[in-house]
Structure formats: C-alpha cells, structure tokens
C-alpha cells in the first residue's frame, strides 16, 4: 500500500507518466483500491482536447466516450482509455484523435471506473480523467 501510494504521490507532483513504449505507468488493479479516482492533470492551455463520457445506457450499462476535438488534437499521438468495472474485469481500448471518434465499453449495473491517459508529441502522457461512471435506471 506504501508503494501504491508514493506512486500516486510522485505522479500529482510531476503531473504526468511515461513509461517505456508509451504506456502509461499506473497502478491497474482488480481489488477494491482499483474502483477508486485518483488525481488527474490540466493539459497545456495550447494542448487541451475535449474527451465526453456519456451516463450508462440505462438498459444495457455501456458507457460510450466520445472524442471532441480541441487546440491540441494536432498533437495528440495516442488516447488510451481504460475502464476498471465493479466486478474487477479490467479493459483498456485506443480513441482515435478524430472528431466523432468514440468507444464503446461492456460496463456493470454498479459504479464502474474510467481514465483516460493523453499522450502528446512532446512524449508525455497525461492523466486527464479517472472518475465513476454510476449506473443510473430509467425514472
């Protein structure tokens, strides 16, 4: 847990990851301290993009995200998003950097996780969301 937490620490303090080959160097878990957010960064003012995350389908719980575009989807070379559902069953998909580009995720009936990682042409990469998506009934 010590480990995990220094970790988290020494990524808000830098304010962004890399690892070797691009993948981000994050903590990916399937026990409960995977389904909790932890902090995320502010892309460069001339570097930010739009990335939506739609609520639930209330009948079939997929989360769709969408790519909106931005200053910065000129630099963008990869968008890597990865969800961590409530039952521990991780996935992890590429958004292409166009507009109307979008995803598709298997989600649960129960709050699951979404991050999204931005790496750009200066060879960072930046946490940019990691939140709950809860599921929601019709109502």
């Known amino acids: 847990m010590l480990f995990i937490a220094l970790l988290l620490a020494g990524v808000a303090i830098s304010g962004c990851t890399q690892a070797p080959g691009g993948i981000p160097s994050v903590f990916q878990g399937s026990s409960q301290d995977g389904m909790v957010p932890g902090p995320t960064v502010t892309l460069p ?3 930010t993009v739009e990335i939506q995350i739609n609520e639930k389908d209330p009948i ?3 989360i769709t995200v969408f790519f909106s575009g931005g200053k ?3 630099a963008v070379t990869d968008i890597m998003v990865r969800v961590t559902r409530s039952d521990g069953q991780v996935t992890t998909k590429h ?3 166009n507009k109307g580009a979008e995803l598709k995720f298997d989600g649960t009936k129960e709050d699951d996780r979404i991050e999204v990682f931005v790496s750009l042409t200066n060879g960072n990469t930046y946490k940019i969301i990691d939140q709950l998506v809860p599921y929601r009934t019709r109502g």
Do not use: F, K, V
């Open 45 to 47: 003012p001339d570097r």
């Open 60 to 62: 079939y719980a997929t």
């Open 72 to 74: 910065g989807q000129i």
């Open 95 to 97: 958004l292409e950097a």
